[in-house]
């Protein structure tokens, strides 16, 4: 059973969104198409309350894209988003939303961030979702979506960690890429045996 895992395809990701990936909404159609290849398609869903501590307007003086030091680690700072219930955390209109078996959300905890769909920043709590994969018995996973170095990276590697075979289909993802991130995620992937794929081959 091989999984479909499209990481945060939301508004707020998107061109005009309050943390737009350069090139976010460009991916929406390759990963339409993806979803009839796969025997399940999980979307997850960035879910922030307001007043997120992942928020630089929750610490003052702080900017965005700062970085903190929280009980759980470094914490990059970012501007408000993904706010549950507005249009910015909704998903980018085109998603083929229907096409969801699981829309798993995350980061709803006021003090931790999540960037994995597996664990949050902490490391520690669980969203979930490795007993939900298990248990249908997917043991492949195709990741795709918004940001290549933040939550589809984390996401990847703690795919890996779990004992999931992973691809990442670069192509059909954005990367935010702050001081070099980018090509930092890659060469993290690669070294924990993560396939990159470029296009469908
Ligand atoms: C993300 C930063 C903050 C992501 C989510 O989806 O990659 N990045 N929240
Ligand atoms: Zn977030």
């Known amino acids: 059973m091989q ?4 990481i945060d395809v939301q508004n707020d990701f998107c061109e005009g ?22 025997d399940a398609v999980i979307l997850t869903q960035d879910w922030h309350p307001a007043g ?9 003086g702080r900017a965005p894209f700062d970085v903190v030091d ?9 501007p408000d988003h993904c706010v549950q219930g507005s249009p910015g955390a909704a998903f980018h209109r085109d998603l083929n939303v229907d096409a969801a078996d ?44 918004l940001a290549l170095d933040y939550c589809v990276q984390y996401s990847a590697l ?11 289909r670069a192509d059909l993802c954005r990367a935010i890429d702050l001081d070099g991130s980018a090509q930092a995620a890659k060469q ?3 070294r924990a045996g993560v396939h990159q794929e470029t296009a469908h081959g």
């Open 17 to 38: 969104g309050a943390l737009a990936v350069p090139g976010g909404a460009q991916i929406v159609a390759g990963i339409n198409r993806l979803m009839a290849t796969h």
């Open 158 to 168: 703690d795919a890996r960690a779990l004992g999931f075979d992973v691809t990442v």
């Open 52 to 60: 997120h501590m992942s928020f630089a307007a929750s610490h003052p």
């Open 102 to 145: 699981l829309i798993l959300r995350k980061g709803y905890n006021r003090q931790i961030d999540s960037y994995s769909a597996f664990f949050e920043n902490d490391r520690t709590t669980p969203t979930g979702l490795a007993g939900y994969l298990t248990t249908r018995g997917i043991t492949r996973l195709t990741m795709v979506g």
């Open 188 to 190: 993290a992937m690669h």
């Open 3 to 6: 999984a479909l895992i499209v």
């Open 70 to 78: 929280m009980p759980y680690g470094a914490q990059v700072l970012w």
